[in-house]
């Protein structure tokens, strides 16, 4: 029900704009996340968002670079990532939560997660 698109190769200090569209108009008030897994680590929180309250959970990593948003007429949530770095290189997936309150850091709340897309950033 999540697919995610805009991952490539980019220059470090690049941006690049992820796309997560949802296939069900039900999933639009569930909180969604971007999650991340690099090659020998775990999958780790990147950002997440409730629309309905407007709270976000960011990773310390973001450092400021990464912001999350969403066009609800075109079923798709956004993460624009600038600034990128080697250590940014991993899968990105987007996952939607059903619950709607503070959203969470943990990946296991999630109930619906998208293939993910590759971001690789070069030195």
């Known amino acids: 029900q999540l697919t995610e698109s805009g991952g490539g190769l980019v220059q470090a200090g690049g941006s690049l704009r992820l796309s997560c569209t949802y296939s069900e108009r039900t999933l639009e008030d569930y909180n969604m996340g971007w999650f991340r897994q690099a090659p020998g680590k775990e999958r780790e929180l990147v950002m997440a968002i409730s629309w309905s309250s407007g709270i976000t959970k960011t990773a310390d990593f973001v450092r400021g670079r990464f912001s999350i948003s969403r066009d609800v007429m075109k079923r798709t949530v956004y993460l624009e990532m600038n600034d990128l770095q080697p250590e940014d290189t991993a899968v990105y997936h987007c996952?939607?939560?059903?619950?709607?309150?503070?959203?969470?850091?943990?990946?296991?709340?999630?109930?619906?997660w998208g293939q993910g897309t590759q971001v690789t950033v070069s030195s």
């Open positions: 996952a939607a939560d059903r619950y709607t309150g503070v959203p969470s850091p943990d990946a296991d709340e999630y109930e619906y």
